[in-house]
């Protein structure tokens, strides 16, 4: 059971944004909730403006690295650049790789092979990447790096400078020489800075570096529109779920505009291939759900310096071809994970008694998907799951919590057995020596049995505003446009409607959804859909309380407007 939440911000807040803002109550509502020091602050994120971000210069020692990057390109140094193998990785990687041609440098790059040579700046890759550029002056690692200590100290001792960017947290100090690039480790935690992803802050090296070749007199650093690189940083920021507050939101808001109407070949058929339709806006939900599981499947089953080219290419055969080689990489992953999740189901429904949390191991299960299944597993018992596949003599895998349960917390006490783990309360990232599977699983159970004897764990839905259903109109969604884009920070938000009657006609499809119209007191039909709600539909005799979201349903050059069903109960 569902407890519905709501918990109105302060009136006289709401008040003021209405007045001050000129927008309507319900987005005055969802402003309130944000947490703005000011209105001042409320109006840049309403209206946020390329122009507005602060001087790269502000992050500690990015102008070490813009200037160090400076000179690489006025002595025509080799470069190469390693970068991580998510989309924050290959986006950053692409940026960085399209910034320096534009100065005539052309750098080598490579992307991990997941499987081959393990997570981020391994040793296998910087042989791999010293390689590939030929003893390079300059070795540049994007999204990775930050812990690589004795890596870094290896390329700086084969006689190549160091530069780290990147946005995880460091477990110990990074090899002398090394420029590194983390707010996390340099700055402020409280600092916007520590929120953007590596992709951002490659973006603010490029603004960095425009700053520096500038004062150097570069014709070219006056060609260069930054903005036109927004659609590589929009998709890695919305992708990694880093908070699109701030200079995210910046990034994320106008980068989507940006990458709806992209110049990038590559882009655009990996779009046509996904199904994405830009000429209707791109949104989050087409990166997170269409765009960016193609980008991973890559970096997943093979290489994902193959999606870096296709983002960098201007051959239009190439571009059609390895879109649909990463739409087929995508299917095969689908395939794996559908595997793995049914024999991980199979695993837990031969157990006996019910488990307070769950973990599944497989000699044979592809290290990159565990985490996808974990969410799959967790999603279908409502139980905290931990899935691991074998990678030589070690249990590598992911854990996927449920709302109320900081795993964390949970795994903390089991932390000096494990090779390596982090992450956080909803998802953590676990490696462990085989033979301690069976000793995990049996404290992971007994752990999570006295969690839930000492914490209250509900299944709790926010309603961020109550509405009536004759407020729902293109309008509202108008107005509701203005907050996008959704995401972390900036949650989706689900309205409430009291008293309703489902009594328009109701139609089941692929045996799990429903679809259902609702009318208004003038007597205007809206559309709503129910996704996986076909065994708990509505009664037509009784009122209800509905909770919803509201989306533009779009196929072709039309949209109309639909509430996507989220949870109901019954009127008091």
């Known amino acids: 059971m569902t407890k ?11 008040r003021d944004y209405r007045k001050e803002l000129g927008v309507g109550p319900t987005v005055a509502e969802l402003l309130a909730r944000l947490g703005f020091e000011s209105i001042d602050e409320a109006k840049r994120f309403l209206e946020p403006r390329l122009g507005e971000i602060e001087c790269p210069f502000e992050i500690p020692n990015l102008k070490d690295a813009a200037q160090r990057i400076s000179q690489a390109i006025r002595n025509r140094q080799r470069i190469v650049i390693c970068g991580d193998y998510d989309v924050d990785g290959v ?5 960085l790789v399209a910034i320096l041609q534009e100065f005539e440098t052309y750098p080598a790059y490579i992307v991990p092979l997941r499987l081959e040579e393990g997570y981020g700046l391994s040793q296998k890759a910087v042989e791999r990447a010293l390689d ?17 200590v004795e890596e870094a100290q290896h390329i700086i001792d084969s006689g190549c400078d160091v530069i ?6 460091a477990k110990q100090r990074q090899a002398n020489g090394v420029i590194l690039v983390n707010p996390h480790v340099e700055d402020r935690e409280d600092d916007c800075h520590c929120q953007l992803c590596t992709v951002g802050l490659v973006f603010k090296l490029a603004h960095g570096l425009l700053k520096v070749r500038r004062e150097e007199k570069d014709p070219r ?3 260069i529109k930054l903005r036109s690189f927004l659609d590589l ?16 939101r910046t990034f994320a808001r106008i980068g989507l505009q940006v990458l709806s109407k992209t110049r990038r070949i590559g882009l655009k058929n990996l779009m046509k291939v996904a199904g ?10 087409d990166v997170s759900f269409r765009l960016g599981p193609r980008i991973n499947a890559s970096g997943r089953l093979a290489d994902a310096a193959v999606a870096v080219e296709l983002m960098l290419s201007d051959d239009e055969s190439f571009a059609i071809e390895t879109s649909l080689q990463l739409d087929s990489f995508n299917r095969e992953r689908q395939d794996i994970e559908r595997e793995m999740a049914e024999s991980a189901m199979q695993q837990i429904r031969s157990r006996h008694g019910e488990a307070h949390g769950l973990v599944v191991y497989g000699d044979d299960w592809h290290p990159g998907v565990v985490g996808i299944v974990a969410s799959r597993v967790s999603k279908a018992f409502n139980r905290p799951a931990i899935v691991l596949g074998r990678e030589g003599e070690l249990a590598k895998g992911s854990g996927r919590s449920v709302p109320g349960v900081n795993l964390v917390e949970v795994l903390a006490p089991f932390s000096d057995k494990l090779e390596s783990w982090g992450g956080h309360p909803m998802a953590v990232g676990i490696s462990m020596k085989v033979e301690l599977v069976e000793a995990f699983s049996e404290f992971f159970e007994n752990a999570m049995r006295d969690y839930l004897a000492t914490h209250d764990v509900e299944k709790v839905l926010e309603v961020s505003s109550w509405l009536t259903i004759e407020e729902i109109n293109a309008q509202l969604m108008a107005e509701l446009g203005k907050m996008e884009p959704f995401g972390q920070g900036n949650p989706e938000p689900v309205f409430g409607t009291k008293r309703v009657r489902f009594t328009g006609k109701t139609t089941v499809f692929k045996d799990i959804h429903f679809r259902f119209t609702l009318s208004n007191k003038y007597g205007q039909i809206i559309s709503g859909v129910a996704w996986k709600m076909a065994d708990r539909m509505p009664p037509t005799d009784r009122y209800v309380d509905i909770a919803y979201r509201l989306v533009w349903n779009t196929f072709g050059r039309k949209k109309a407007l639909q509430i996507e069903l989220v949870d109901w109960r019954e009127s008091k």
């Open 164 to 169: 780290i960017v990147d946005h995880h947290q």
């Open 4 to 14: 519905w939440r709501y918990n109105p911000p302060p009136a006289e807040l709401t």
């Open 233 to 248: 940083v929009s998709m890695g920021t919305v992708a990694d779920m880093v908070p699109l507050k701030k200079e995210n």
């Open 91 to 95: 986006t950053s990687t692409a940026l």
């Open 221 to 223: 650093a006056y060609e």
């Open 276 to 285: 994405v339709s830009p000429q209707q806006g791109v949104n989050p939900i």
């Open 132 to 148: 590939k550029a030929n003893s390079p002056d300059l070795f540049i690692a994007l999204d990775c790096g930050t812990n690589s």
